[in-house]
């Protein structure tokens, strides 16, 4: 009786450990990238919507996805990796240039994944724009003056790439798996 109880302990502990990396299942292709708005203090407000097709690398259980921030073309936003060391979180903090007191400090944190695609919470945080005339010609996406914006980042798999495929960039800025 004792010994069953330990193997039911056991197996629940493995699904709860399974839980707990919310990338295991994602995998590298094509994603349609939503974004909409949790809190938004910004202005103008962060980008949300429909985005379009992005591609997502996956290596060693860590997800690289793009994060666009302003409304340039997906192919040159910036993007964010999160590893399953770091439980699928990041953070940096930018300076804005030419601005010695102003900064964004941005997070992301993968909220859930799974075969059909995952979510990530990506919030920025500014400050000391109002000491800064030129935020906005230094750096397009800033914001009016300090705020904070929470946005929630939908990836929806489209296709999945799996290796010795990989993803090219195809016609007309678009991605595309080729396996030649």
Do not use: K
Not at 138 to 161: H, K, N
């Amino acid at each position: 009786m004792i010994q069953r109880t330990l193997m039911v302990f056991l197996a629940i502990g493995a699904v709860g450990c399974a839980s707990a990396h919310p990338s295991d299942e994602v995998a590298p292709g094509i994603y349609e990238l939503s974004a909409s708005a949790d809190r938004d203090a910004c202005s103008p407000v962060r980008a949300i919507g429909a985005m379009g097709e992005v591609a997502v690398l996956v290596e060693g259980g860590a997800v690289d996805a793009p994060v666009p921030d302003t409304d340039a073309p997906l192919l040159v936003a910036p993007r964010v990796r999160l590893s399953p060391s770091q439980s699928y979180h990041a953070e940096t903090n930018r300076r804005v240039p030419g601005c010695e007191a102003a900064w964004v400090h941005e997070e992301w944190t993968m909220l859930e994944g799974g075969a059909d695609g995952f979510r990530v919470l990506h919030t920025q945080e500014w400050q000391g724009l109002a000491d800064c005339a030129a935020a906005r010609d230094a750096m397009p996406s800033a914001p009016d003056g300090d705020c904070r914006a929470e946005r929630v980042l939908d990836y929806a798999l489209e296709s999945a790439c799996h290796a010795p495929c990989r993803l090219v960039l195809g016609e007309a800025d678009s991605v595309a798996c080729s396996c030649s």
